[in-house]
């Protein structure tokens, strides 16, 4: 099993002058810890889970492009970009662009889109559901024929490129990973069926029947659509809260749990058919949070949903 890390809170004391230096620090310890990758969200608002939209938000690919700088082998990406904040062919260079100066570890994570208010607040187009959807399936058409070195025209009911070039190419071959967040049974895990390599599910909310239904689903589709269940990534996204012995309530108010109870958590999303947890962390700018984080990634290596 690999671990990743999504940083979605950045109003840390001090700023914004010391968002770059904490989240630098972040980034290295999240890789010195041994996890396999650092998201962040792509939002322009704080979202109202976390908090008020006045809250501290970086835009994601320049915070990635700046943690790519910090950190040398951890893979980079958001989790996930809105189909509705960027043209497709712009999207397709940008992510291109952070998979080249990271040395080839850029994915593309990307939904529907869903925060009404951050559209309307800046400006933003929010279409209807079904025109998002529409859209997100043209977007990945349109990113994997970049990918594939092929700038003929594309035409599609929402976009039409005379000639989309990609140069220069992503370094990742055949192209950066794409991740699909979300579990929608009918549009959404069809889609990661016939286009991802990744899906994202939560695993808080599901209840212990929900995640192995919204994979029994993601298989019915692999199989309808003649791809192996196998080749896509198994993803959840997971609210951690860590201590030595487990005991306590963090500042946030969450439980701690000790790394052996952590272990055992994960064990049975492996057995439920996760193949990468996805952490949110309670203390994820405490550095002596990032030695049990290597204890964890130590012990849940060898777990295995294949």
């Known amino acids: 099993m690999r671990l990743g890390l999504q940083v979605s809170y950045f109003s840390w004391p001090g700023a914004p002058a010391s968002i770059g230096p904490t989240f630098g620090r972040i980034a290295r310890d999240a890789e010195?810890?041994?996890?396999?990758?650092?998201?962040?969200?792509?939002?322009?608002?704080q979202i109202s889970m976390i908090g008020p939209p006045e809250l501290d938000m970086l835009e994601g690919y320049t915070a990635?492009?700046?943690?790519?700088?910090?950190?040398?082998?951890?893979?980079?990406?958001?989790?996930?970009?809105?189909?509705?904040?960027?043209h497709p062919g712009?999207?397709?260079?940008?992510?291109?662009?952070?998979?080249?100066?990271?040395?080839?570890?850029?994915?593309?994570?990307?939904?529907?889109?869903?925060?009404?208010?951050?559209?309307?607040?800046?400006?933003v187009p929010y279409p209807s559901t079904r025109e998002r959807f529409e859209r997100l399936e043209e977007t990945l058409q349109i990113c994997l024929q970049m990918w594939a070195g092929d700038d003929s025209p594309y035409k599609g009911r929402h976009h039409r490129l005379e000639r989309p070039l990609n140069v220069p190419q992503c370094l990742r071959r055949p192209h950066p990973p794409i991740l699909?967040?979300?579990g929608g049974e009918k549009k959404t895990l069809r889609l990661v069926a016939q286009y991802a390599d990744a899906c994202n599910l939560f695993d808080n909310g599901l209840g212990p029947e929900g995640l192995p239904r919204k994979l029994d689903v993601l298989r019915r589709h692999c199989e309808e659509v003649g791809r192996d269940y196998a080749?896509?990534?198994?993803?959840?996204?997971?609210?951690?809260?860590?201590?030595?012995d487990g005991s306590g309530t963090a500042p946030s108010g969450e439980p701690y749990a000790s790394v052996d109870e952590?272990?055992?958590?994960?064990?049975?999303?492996?057995?439920?058919?996760?193949?990468?947890?996805?952490?949110?962390?309670?203390d994820d700018t405490d550095e002596a949070t990032y030695q049990l984080v290597a204890a964890l990634a130590r012990q849940v290596e060898p777990l295995s949903a294949r």
């Open 180 to 182: 699909i967040g979300g």
């Open 231 to 244: 080749d896509i990534e198994k993803t959840v996204l997971a609210r951690v809260a860590l201590s030595r």
């Open 64 to 86: 990635l492009a700046f943690a790519a700088g910090q950190t040398s082998t951890i893979e980079l990406g958001t989790l996930v970009t809105g189909v509705t904040y960027r």
């Open 262 to 282: 952590t272990v055992e958590r994960f064990g049975r999303l492996s057995a439920a058919g996760v193949d990468t947890v996805i952490m949110g962390l309670a």
């Open 32 to 45: 010195g810890a041994g996890l396999a990758s650092l998201w962040v969200m792509d939002h322009f608002f």
């Open 90 to 123: 712009l999207l397709a260079k940008t992510v291109t662009t952070l998979d080249v100066l990271s040395g080839g570890r850029a994915w593309l994570g990307i939904g529907a889109a869903w925060n009404e208010e951050e559209h309307r607040g800046l400006g």
